[in-house]
Nanobody, 115 residues
Framework: QVQLVESGGGLVQAGGSLRLSCAAS????????IDWFRQAPGLQREWVAR???????SYADSVRGRFTISRDNARNTVYLQMNSLKPEDTAVYYC?????????WGQGTQVTVSS
């Protein structure tokens, strides 16, 4: 079992920055990839970024160059640094951990970008 808790969301003006955190607890040694997703009102949840156990990263086209995903294994925490935020980035952001092909989700954190 793995528990994930996101934090760091809030209200920011367009062009601003936020850093989200995803803190893991439980069976953290078995965690593989960690992904960030987001879901805006009325829309499907969409994938944002991934970081592997080897810290390899990948990004959705919509955020590449503006968002950076990183992990601190000592703290069992994954971060999503979000720069140059746009109103269309407004969503609830979720992290998801792959643990031996089982997926665990956090509760989400709200990000609101005002124009």
């Amino acid at each position: 079992q793995v528990q994930l808790v996101e934090s760091g969301g809030g209200l920011v003006q367009a062009g601003g920055s936020l850093r989200l955190s995803c803190a893991a607890s439980g069976n953290t040694v078995s965690i593989g990839n960690i992904d960030w997703f987001r879901q805006a009102p009325g829309l499907q949840r969409e994938w944002v970024a991934r970081i592997g156990r080897d810290s390899s990263t990948s990004y959705a086209d919509s955020v590449r160059g503006r968002f950076t995903i990183s992990r601190d294994n000592a703290r069992n925490t994954v971060y999503l640094q979000m720069n140059s935020l746009k109103p269309e980035d407004t969503a609830v952001y979720y992290c998801r951990a792959n643990v031996v092909n089982h997926y665990y989700w956090g509760q989400g954190t709200q990000v609101t970008v005002s124009s």
